[in-house]
């Protein structure tokens, strides 16, 4: 079997109980699960092409990259009139937001390229673009990915304490107007990133209730050098060409600009009213279906079939096939959607497809609405 098609791959570790937590645990891999691993490597195997190290990856690298490096001499070296600034920071924050999407996300789950320092150097442009790419590892690859939308254990649905998107957090007075207050939140995801999560996570061991192991050596190396060149490129160098004030104006609106394309695209896979959000039981931790089944229970794809959209987003509009195959590069989503979609239905399984962009943003909203309301308080 093709280990990158191996949906069990996915880097699953196992932690101890936490105070009264109890690690979720999985039903054994089922026919469900074999017949997604035959169909997919199949298609591999049939078609002579490999999971990984695709061509069409390395130009959409090269592109963005030349793309992001254009837009920063450009506002680094150019007078430009206040109007083309603004728009120029939007532009080169959503090329950053697409290098994330692309190239890094690729990376960090082994995605890229059969080799191990090819991966690690993609998944490395993290800490270049204002995160760790060692915490992501743990708090994405790991926690994320093994355990959606189960709350105490997926830190990605825990908002604090100005959101709820999962039944199982505690309602406040605040969230019943969350669904129109979230929106510029979501703005200040990056600026927490940069400036306090990161730090926060390393220095005290932990995601949220999760043991996290420290970075030593050349994680801890790369985690420090990371985070000074992110703020020499973003305030440093630019402060020696420009005024202060108005450097620091750029690097916010660029943050923003890019901690709200991040939430609403990563949101719009889970943090909607077509995903489940499974409780595990409180004692034994079991949950009531296997690890593939519940990657697809808890994961709504959208913008299938718009190139486009999957191009800017790395694949990430097809999120279920991303969760069942994290190692199999985004490249080749479009053409395993439809395979992984007729295994599910052979099988009874829901896939959930919003449809349009726009169709998963009403989705979230309405989910954002539903879980404010008072009448689902905990």
Same mark, same amino acid.
């Given at each position: 079997?093709?280990?990158?098609?191996?949906?069990?791959q996915n880097e699953p570790v196992e932690t101890p109980v936490i105070g009264h937590q109890v690690s979720p645990r999985?039903?054994?891999?089922?026919?469900?699960?074999?017949?997604?691993?035959?169909?997919?490597?199949?298609?591999?195997?049939?078609?002579?092409?490999?999971?990984?190290?695709?061509?069409?990856?390395?130009?959409?690298?090269?592109?963005?990259?030349?793309?992001?490096?254009?837009?920063?001499?450009? /506002?680094?070296?150019?007078?430009? &009139?206040?109007?083309?600034?603004?728009? *120029?920071?939007? +532009? $080169?924050?959503?090329?950053? =937001?697409?290098?994330?999407?692309?190239?890094?996300?690729?990376?960090?789950?082994?995605?890229?390229?059969?080799?191990?320092?090819?991966?690690?150097?993609?998944?490395?442009?993290?800490?270049?673009?204002?995160?760790?790419?060692?915490?992501?590892?743990?708090?994405?690859?790991?926690?994320?990915?093994?355990?959606?939308?189960?709350?105490?254990?997926?830190?990605?649905?825990?908002?604090?304490?100005?959101?709820?998107?999962?039944?199982?957090?505690?309602?406040?007075?605040l969230h019943r107007f969350q669904h129109l207050y979230i929106w510029p939140l979501y703005g200040i995801l990056a600026l927490k990133w940069q400036w306090f999560d990161d730090f926060?996570?390393?220095?005290?061991?932990? /995601?949220?209730?999760?043991?996290? &192991?420290?970075?030593?050596?050349?994680? *801890?190396?790369? +985690? $420090?050098?990371?985070?000074? =060149?992110?703020?020499?490129?973003?305030?440093?160098?630019?402060?020696?060409?420009?005024?202060?004030?108005?450097?620091?104006?750029?690097?916010?609106?660029?943050?923003?600009?890019?901690?709200?394309?991040?939430?609403?695209?990563?949101?719009?896979?889970?943090?909607?009213?077509?995903?489940?959000?499974?409780?595990?039981?409180?004692?034994?931790?079991?949950?009531?279906?296997?690890?593939?089944?519940?990657?697809?229970?808890?994961?709504?794809?959208?913008?299938?079939?718009?190139?486009?959209?999957?191009?800017?987003?790395?694949?990430?509009?097809?999120?279920?096939?991303?969760?069942?195959?994290?190692?199999?590069?985004?490249?080749?989503?479009?053409?395993?959607?439809? /395979?992984?979609?007729?295994?599910?239905?052979?099988?009874?399984?829901?896939?959930?497809?919003?449809?349009?962009?726009?169709?998963?943003?009403?989705?979230?909203?309405?989910?954002?609405?539903?879980?404010?309301?008072?009448?689902?308080?905990?």
């Amino acid at each position: 079997m093709n280990s990158a098609s191996n949906p069990a791959q996915n880097e699953p570790v196992e932690t101890p109980v936490i105070g009264h937590q109890v690690s979720p645990r999985f039903e054994r891999s089922d026919e469900f699960e074999a017949d997604l691993r035959r169909v997919v490597d199949g298609y591999f195997q049939e078609a002579g092409i490999s999971t990984r190290d695709r061509l069409s990856m390395f130009l959409k690298t090269a592109v963005l990259l030349s793309l992001a490096g254009m837009a920063y001499s450009t /506002l680094l070296f150019v007078a430009l &009139p206040f109007w083309a600034v603004v728009a *120029l920071v939007v +532009f $080169l924050a959503m090329v950053v =937001a697409g290098i994330g999407f692309n190239v890094q996300h690729d990376g960090g789950h082994h995605a890229y390229s059969r080799h191990h320092w090819i991966n690690r150097l993609a998944a490395a442009s993290l800490d270049l673009i204002g995160a760790s790419s060692y915490v992501w590892r743990w708090k994405h690859d790991v926690l994320h990915h093994m355990y959606v939308n189960i709350a105490g254990h997926d830190t990605d649905i825990d908002l604090g304490p100005f959101g709820r998107v999962s039944p199982d957090h505690p309602r406040r007075m605040l969230h019943r107007f969350q669904h129109l207050y979230i929106w510029p939140l979501y703005g200040i995801l990056a600026l927490k990133w940069q400036w306090f999560d990161d730090f926060r996570d390393v220095l005290v061991g932990r /995601l949220g209730a999760r043991r996290m &192991p420290r970075p030593k050596g050349w994680d *801890l190396a790369l +985690f $420090l050098l990371g985070r000074l =060149a992110f703020f020499g490129w973003t305030i440093g160098i630019p402060s020696l060409f420009h005024p202060l004030g108005s450097v620091i104006a750029c690097y916010v609106l660029g943050s923003v600009v890019l901690g709200i394309v991040l939430s609403v695209v990563f949101q719009l896979a889970h943090a909607v009213g077509e995903a489940q959000f499974p409780t595990p039981d409180p004692v034994t931790g079991k949950l009531d279906a296997g690890w593939a089944r519940h990657q697809v229970r808890t994961t709504v794809d959208f913008s299938r079939g718009n190139a486009f959209v999957t191009w800017c987003l790395g694949g990430l509009n097809y999120q279920i096939e991303h969760h069942l195959f994290p190692r199999i590069s985004h490249v080749h989503y479009p053409a395993l959607a439809p /395979l992984v979609e007729a295994v599910c239905l052979r099988h009874g399984v829901a896939y959930h497809d919003h449809g349009g962009f726009w169709k998963g943003i009403a989705s979230h909203y309405r989910w954002l609405r539903h879980m404010g309301s008072p009448a689902q308080a905990s």
